[in-house]
């Protein structure tokens, strides 16, 4: 096979980048056979793989080896795509935007620096995974937790620059994070926060150091490669009190939306539960064909058939209490006459204290039992998520869970849905499972897709994130004032990538000589 190359690179110029890379970090780990970028490309690919075909891969060991390989893309003018753990599944894995872009896999960086079980925090480097950190706490007896996403291979540090989450009460993972060290475009490295002292106590106990506070600049970006983060971690709590429902009708995540909203935002729920069609429960342990051979998206009638096999409504909802068993008991109290107002059913309790095995615990214990709903269509699963944040109310969220449903039986899916309540916010996160051979389906979630972000701009809703193939279709949605904040991105993509080597077309931002390739 012909090796990718990025737009305006000739082979040898490649090469020769290669071989500079290969001076720094040894041949071993550049990784450029077909194998290698086969590694790297998305595991999930909605039929679209080609698009986005990474040319080669780096693995440098250390933030000194990482500037040695950005002077050298910025010379043969490279593009580099930075990846932690390259587990970004369901938007893009660790493939690039842009076909040859050479993947800089920090995945050898992968060091523990330090756990301050006093003061609740971590420096860590990229590499590190959640089984890592989860380990590494539960080895040395450490009185902190974690927040885990539902897929917990990744890394701790891209879930975090992802604005990934978790559902403990530090579940908003980029809010955590307190400290960085970034390798810029151009190979001069910087701290950020207090860490740009010399020897400062406070690097991750104080986020906004003086001035202007860069940290949130580097999420979701392609203006720099993070080397180091710290991140705020839980302190165990004395006890934990989950409460759980099944919602037997569509229409009952309206009314739980409603109820909790106030509690969310005045700290009597201090995590963010994920209220899920019972869909994603089923798609865990059992497959389609079980239920439904038939084309079309499955009727009501089969879905009726598969909860009452599981013993599930139509939504499932988990709600956890975290601190002393006085308070989490006081706040259930609250909980439980809120949804008496709509229901008859009592919630399922489970209790946890301090010395129980952490398994049902609450805490972020990492799993990837959650990848499993990917088998739901047999073949060679793959799933994409359409993300649209909304505001936490029955009517929005009523509105967006039919609208959406609709679109899904109009092309003959499944609805796959959660809505996950933040402070003063949703995340409706839909889930589209395919099977990556079968053309026709991927090609149709394709064109679902972009209805999809269509519908939600209409109304207002942007996604949270998105997949590499849809960077720039929800950019063009942020469109205040003639789209002004794409071109204040692009100002400072300029100012400080002059080169355009840092992942371009990241969250739709370009560099000036691809500009205008956009959709
Ligand atoms: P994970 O393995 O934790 O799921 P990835 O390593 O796939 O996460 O990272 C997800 C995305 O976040 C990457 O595609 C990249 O755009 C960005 N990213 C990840 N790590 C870094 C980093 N260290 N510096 C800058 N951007 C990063």
């Known amino acids: 096979m012909s090796i990718p190359l990025p737009p305006n690179v000739f082979e ?31 595991a999930y690919a909605i039929g679209d793989a080609d698009t986005h075909f990474p040319g080669a891969a780096v693995g440098p060991q250390s933030a000194e080896e990482v500037q040695a390989i950005v002077r050298i893309a910025n010379e043969y003018k490279i593009p580099l795509w930075p990846i932690s753990r390259g587990k970004n599944l369901g938007y893009g894995g660790a493939a690039p935007v842009l076909s040859g872009t050479v993947i800089l896999d920090l995945g050898r960086m992968k060091r523990i620096i330090e756990v ?17 950190l989860f380990n590494h706490l539960q080895e040395n007896k450490i009185g902190l937790w974690m927040s885990v996403p539902s897929n917990g291979w990744g890394s701790v540090v891209g879930n975090a620059l992802e604005r990934g989450y978790g559902y403990t009460p530090y579940g908003d993972n980029t809010r955590n994070i307190c400290g960085m060290e970034v390798v810029l475009p151009s190979g001069e490295i910087i701290r950020t926060g207090t860490g740009a002292m010399a020897n400062s106590p406070c690097w991750q106990l104080f986020k ?58 005045n700290g009597v729920l201090q995590q963010s539960p994920s209220i899920g069609n019972s869909l994603r429960i089923a798609a865990s342990q059992s497959q389609r064909d079980e239920w439904y051979k038939g084309d079309g998206a499955m009727p009501e009638s089969a879905l009726r058939e598969v909860l009452q096999k599981f013993g599930l409504g139509w939504w499932s909802i988990n709600l956890r209490l975290y601190g002393p068993d006085e308070v989490n008991e006081a706040n259930a109290k609250i909980i439980k006459a809120a949804f008496a107002r709509h229901t008859n059913q009592e919630f399922k309790i489970t209790k946890w204290h301090r010395g129980d095995p952490i398994a049902n615990s609450g805490a972020g214990v990492p799993s990837v039992n959650a990848l499993q709903i990917i088998n739901w269509r047999g073949g060679r699963g793959g799933h ?50 395919f099977d990556q051979d079968d053309a026709a389906m991927t090609s149709k979630v ?54 355009g080597i840092l992942a371009p077309g990241k969250q739709g931002v370009w560099p000036k000589a691809l500009r205008g390739r956009q959709a």
């Open 384 to 433: 994409i998520g359409f993300s649209p944040v909304l505001p936490p109310t029955s009517e929005h969220v009523l509105k967006q869970f039919h609208s959406t449903r609709r679109r899904y039986e109009e092309i003959g899916v499944d609805y796959y849905g959660s809505f996950t309540l933040f402070e003063r916010h949703v995340t409706n996160i839909n889930m589209m499972i």
């Open 116 to 132: 301050n079980e006093r003061f609740g925090y971590c420096l860590i480097e990229p590499g590190v995974g959640f089984y890592d």
């Open 12 to 42: 040898k110029t490649f090469q020769k980048a290669l071989d500079a890379f290969a001076g720094v970090v040894g041949r071993q780990w550049v990784l450029a056979t077909d194998e290698d970028r086969d590694t790297y490309k998305d």
């Open 446 to 499: 394709r064109a679902l897709f972009r209805v999809l972000v269509a519908d939600a701009a209409k109304e207002g809703y942007s996604e949270y994130r998105t997949h590499l193939t849809f960077m720039d279709d929800v950019a063009l949605t942020f469109d205040y004032n003639n789209h002004a904040l794409r071109r204040l991105n692009e100002t400072v993509k300029d100012a400080l990538d002059p080169n």
């Open 208 to 265: 906004y150091g003086y001035g202007p506070s860069w940290d949130q600049m580097f999420v979701q970006s392609n203006l720099g490669i993070v080397t180091k983060m710290g991140m705020w971690l839980m302190p165990e709590p004395e006890s934990t009190l989950g409460l759980s429902m099944q919602l037997p009708n569509p229409d009952d995540v309206g009314w739980a939306v409603d109820q909790l909203a106030p509690l969310r935002m």
